[in-house]
Nanobody
Framework: QVQLQESGPGLVKPSQTLSLTCTVS??????????WSWIRQPPGKGLEWMGY???????YYSPSLKSRTSISRDTFKNQFTLQLNSVTPEDTAVYYC??????????????WGKGTLVTVSS
């Protein structure tokens, strides 16, 4: 059974960096040909794909977030991490990690974490 679990602070101040970690069990993040995505959902809005890291360690980001986003991984801990810089209240959202097949389409991702609410506020 594949399981993903997001962890990180629930409150971040404006202009600071949001950092979340996704811990994966039941599947190595280096397994061909899985990709590992971050997705978010602001209150009252739809899902937004943010970016992913591939089984090889390559990264791809949404063009709208590329300048502020970084995804990395720790293969020994089987974790991947999201960093979002210079956050504003508009970055308040539930953040999810999920297993992807490279389409960057939330509808096609098969395993998801439960999500974690991050609020950006002073």
């Amino acid at each position: 059974q594949v399981q993903l679990q997001e962890s990180g602070p629930g409150l971040v101040k404006p202009s600071q960096t949001l950092s979340l970690t996704c811990t994966v069990s039941g599947c190595s993040i280096t397994t061909k040909y899985f990709y590992w995505s971050w997705i978010r959902q602001p209150p009252g809005k739809g899902l937004e794909w943010m970016g992913y890291i591939t089984y090889r360690g390559s990264t791809y980001y949404s063009p709208s977030l590329k300048s502020r986003t970084s995804i990395s991984r720790d293969t020994f801990k089987n974790q991947f991490t999201l960093q979002l810089n210079s956050v504003t209240p508009e970055d308040t959202a539930v953040y999810y990690c999920a297993r992807d097949f490279g389409a960057a389409d939330p509808g096609g991702m098969d395993y998801w974490g439960k999500g974690t609410l991050v609020t950006v506020s002073s």
